[in-house]
Every structure is written in structure tokens, then in C-alpha cells.
């Protein structure tokens, strides 16, 4: 059974910077894709940034320029930095992994969130 874990999120004044991390654990064949979400009160869960295998990266129109994806693949990790935030970036931020199992069947797993609070 592979789990996300995620660290990072907090509260942070407008303009500011933070780092989010998120480690996949469990017995897995490769990972193909890993991604962040985020989920604001009221409203549905969106694509952030998302980092395919390969070197492939997309980004929310609204992040461009400000958020970085990047990944550590010899340890499951992907990291989201985030620059010169805004309010409307305040949210609940999910972990996002497909990967083929030991079966080489493909999965997805969520992690569990982490809040993230910009303030002006």
C-alpha cells in the first residue's frame, strides 16, 4: 500500500514564500507522475502543477511564474515552491501520485492535505 505524507504548509503574509514536500512510501514499480492540488472553502479541487516522468512539467495559469515544481526521484519526493504569494492562493494543498504497482497495474493516491493560509 503506498501513502503520501506531506509537510510544509502553514501561514504566511502576503508576498512571502513556502515549501511544500511530499514523500510517496510503500512497494511501488515506478511512479509515472506526481502533482499538487489545492482546494479552497467553497469552491472544487484544481491542478496546481504536476511533474510527469520525464521531465514534464504543467502549471495552473494562475501559479505560473510564482510555484515550482520539482521532484527528488531516487526518493519519491515532490516539492512545491511557492513565491510572492497571494490570499487567493490560501487552501487546502493535496499530494498526487500515479504509479504502477507491483502488478504494473496503475494506481493513484492522495495525500492527506496540507493548509496553506496567505494573509494580506
Known amino acids: 500500500q503506498v501513502q503520501l505524507v506531506e509537510s510544509g504548509g502553514g501561514s504566511v503574509q502576503a508576498g512571502g514564500s513556502l515549501r511544500l514536500s511530499c514523500t510517496a512510501s510503500g512497494r511501488l514499480f515506478r511512479i509515472n507522475a506526481m502533482a499538487w492540488y489545492r482546494q479552497a472553502p467553497g469552491k472544487e479541487r484544481e491542478l496546481v502543477a504536476d511533474?510527469?516522468?520525464?521531465?514534464?512539467?504543467n502549471y495552473a495559469e494562475s501559479v505560473k511564474g510564482r510555484f515550482t515544481i520539482s521532484r527528488d526521484n531516487a526518493k519519491n519526493t515532490v516539492f512545491l515552491q511557492m513565491n510572492s504569494l497571494k490570499p487567493e492562493d490560501t487552501a487546502v494543498y493535496y499530494c498526487?501520485?500515479?504509479?504502477?504497482?507491483?502488478?504494473?497495474?496503475?494506481?493513484?493516491?492522495w495525500g492527506q492535505g496540507t493548509l496553506v493560509t496567505v494573509s494580506s
Open positions: 511533474s510527469i516522468s520525464g521531465g514534464r512539467t
Open positions: 498526487n501520485a500515479r504509479y504502477l504497482d507491483t502488478t504494473y497495474r496503475n494506481r493513484e493516491v
